[in-house]
């Protein structure tokens, strides 16, 4: 059985939502387009978009469960983003310019006990994925429902807030990915890591609240990693359907 895409998803400002989009053209050592372009900085960070800086440099799901229930929606031509939120009215901002207005909408998602957002920052080279290079994600369906089981119930795919989900590959396969190359459509990429996960996994998508030890469940396989990381080293466009293949 042949993987194959099943979704795809960007996440425009780091930690504060998700869209689905119907296809992606990937290019050659980028992130996917439109994915973590923005992100929230702290008051104790020094973070300017010049240069890529750590997770723990910005407003986050792991330390602010509320903001797991973001979701939002690119205007491309416009360069505006739409977000939603069952707690909140719909924001339609600028990022670059509608700063202040983001951290008033989504800061009170932080609690007080943290770090308050300070700025919203663009990354003026690349996307502020997690990684050190910029990478992609690529989410195997069928790890996924590994986990459910084990779990015992239902859990959403948000939890993980991948780039790339495929199905039709044995549980954990991707893992074995690492050091090779995958053409996902039309697109290759060299995958690099497995994605280590932190306490956003246990946020609710849906309530915006911490429900799940989903670490706690991925220590039954001795590790607390999902899916993959992976850097683009051959553009072009991918879709749900396309082939997900080990070269």
């Known amino acids: ?5 099943t979704e795809l998803w960007r996440f425009p400002i780091k930690s504060h939502g998700r869209e689905q989009v119907a296809a992606v053209t990937l290019a050659p050592g980028q992130t996917m387009p439109w994915d973590r372009v ?21 407003s986050r799901g792991s330390k602010a469960p509320g903001l797991g229930a973001i979701t939002a929606q690119v205007d491309e031509a416009a360069g505006t983003v739409t977000l939603s939120h069952p707690e909140r009215e719909d924001l339609t901002i600028d990022p670059d310019s509608d700063g202040p207005a983001l951290i008033d909408w989504a800061g009170g998602f932080v609690p007080e006990t943290r770090a308050r957002s300070a700025r919203v920052v663009r990354g003026l080279t690349r996307g502020f994925t997690d990684s050190d290079f910029p990478s992609v994600t690529l989410c195997n369906m069928s790890s996924h429902r590994a986990v459910e089981q084990r779990f015992g119930r239902p859990l959403s795919i948000h939890r993980w807030r991948g780039n790339i989900w495929f199905d039709g590959a044995a549980p954990w396969e991707e893992f074995d990915w690492i050091d090779r190359e995958v053409q996902v459509g039309e697109a290759v990429l060299a995958v690099r890591e497995r994605t280590d996960r932190c306490l956003a996994t246990h946020n609710n998508p849906d309530t915006s609240r911490r ?7 991925l220590e039954g396989w001795e590790h607390q ?20 293949v080990r070269l």
Do not use: K, N, Y
Request: proline share 4%.
């Open 1 to 5: 059985m042949t993987a194959r895409v």
């Open 225 to 244: 990693d999902f899916s993959v990381r992976a850097e683009v080293i051959r553009g072009g466009r991918v879709a749900p359907g396309d082939a997900v």
């Open 38 to 58: 923005w992100a929230v900085a702290h008051e104790q960070s020094d973070a300017d978009g010049r240069d890529w800086v750590p997770c723990q440099h910005f």
């Open 211 to 217: 429900d799940a030890d989903v670490l706690g469940t």
